[in-house]
């Protein structure tokens, strides 16, 4: 099939709320596919009704056709969206997302080699997408190639891009925007310059200590915000505004240990998951993750339609 042919509108099977029913399955055509770090490479696709559909901390999943092996899609967060105002071959403005990812795998050793102009499946956007209230100060924290699912968020929320339909209510300013960003070593920091064109204070920890704080992430909380913390000073101004929020993605250890930190200093903190999925739509439950209801007891849900993204406290870790 061609970039041009057009995309289908997949059927809502589960009658969940979050579900994100304008999710669209086409071709993707690949414009752009390099290296930014070690084992780690940057895909931009031609879905232009996924890129104007997104909103931060979505997924789509991502096909290569005409393979058995690997057969089954896999999901990758969209990174960011990048408007081609010269167009494709029609001279109008086309939209591209940008996805991030880690060779670990046959599916994404495999689409490492797929060169630039080939086509790639891909339907979304899926999941519910980061829904965080006005906030004065943003803290992203990443882990691994977290860092993916946070971009897009924190530069919606300092006014450097929006996202999503036009019939999106604008989503609220943050004075202030940070990342901490935690890697094995330096070799592993992958779009660091796109976090700091955005506007946002980056912060980085590693385990060797080749670059920023020798430590875990958790360290480098500590050591910008007290390693004992204490109940967050009263907001200033508007009283719906909370004063600090904790935004988060990384392997699960990482995000656990995150979001007892902030439990213990009364921040808010959302988590963005990172679950093997086959489907995406809630069909296979091979993504379920443990949940807590009000009452204290858990459930298993679905990360790709009830998640990714959770407020940590409802993890059961």
Known sequence: MSSGTSSTVVEQPTGQPCYADAATYSPARIVAHSQIADNTWRLRLDCPAIAAAVIPGQFAMIRIPHRSDPLLARPLAVYDTFVDEAGGQDGAP?????????????????????????????????????QIPAVEHLVLVAGGIGQTALLSLGR???????????SRLPSPRSARVTCCWGARHAGLFGGIEDYRSAGIDVHQATL??????????????????????????AAVGDSSTRRLHI??????PMMAAVARWAATRQFSCDVSLEAPMACGIGICFTCVARVRDDSGSWDYRRTCIEGPVFDATRIEW
């Open 94 to 130: 086309r939209r591209y997302a940008d996805f991030i990812y880690a060779v670990h795998g046959r599916f994404t050793t495999a689409l490492r080699d797929i060169s630039v102009g080939r086509e790639l499946i891909a339907w979304g956007p899926l999941g519910n997408g980061f």
């Open 247 to 252: 935004a988060c993605c990384g392997p699960d």
């Open 156 to 166: 919606e929320r300092l006014g450097r891009a929006v996202y999503g339909p036009a």
């Open 208 to 233: 060797d200590g080749s670059a920023g704080l020798r430590g875990t992430v958790v360290d480098l909380l500590d050591s910008l915000f007290g390693p004992s913390g204490g109940p967050p000073p």
